[in-house]
Nanobody, 121 residues
Framework: QVRLMESGGDSVQPGKPLRLTCTTS????????MGWFRQAPGKEREEVAT???????IYGDAVKGRFTLSRENTRKTLFLDLDNPIPDDTALYFC???????????????WGQGTQVTVSS
């Protein structure tokens, strides 16, 4: 059984760095796409940053240059560094993984429960 668990969500001031962590269990040695999505109240779930199953990183336009996606060499733990968060980054952040080459909000196979990030002064 595949499980994803996020941690690290917090309330921070604009510009204060924050790290989110996703720990996984149950994934085999098969290559997966993995990454982070977020959903703010009243908005659709959007892609934040993902790894293709090739290892290539893809960033959403809203976070390019401000967030950094990384993972451990085992590919079992995923990180998202919010290096320069702004109030518009306030949302519930989800970790996700899938069997496809590229993860999207409509094709991932597994979701975590989410961790809340609030950015305000």
């Amino acid at each position: 059984q595949v499980r994803l668990m996020e941690s690290g969500g917090d309330s921070v001031q604009p510009g204060k760095p924050l790290r989110l962590t996703c720990t996984t269990s149950g994934l085999t040695d098969r290559l997966y796409c993995m990454g982070w999505f977020r959903q703010a109240p009243g908005k659709e779930r959007e892609e934040v940053a993902t790894f293709e199953n090739t290892g290539r990183r893809i960033y959403g336009d809203a976070v390019k240059g401000r967030f950094t996606l990384s993972r451990e060499n085992t590919r079992k733990t995923l990180f998202l560094d919010l290096d320069n968060p702004i109030p518009d980054d306030t949302a519930l952040y989800f970790c996700a993984a899938g069997r496809s080459r590229t993860c999207s909000a409509t094709n991932v196979d597994w979701w975590g429960q989410g961790t809340q990030v609030t950015v305000s002064s």
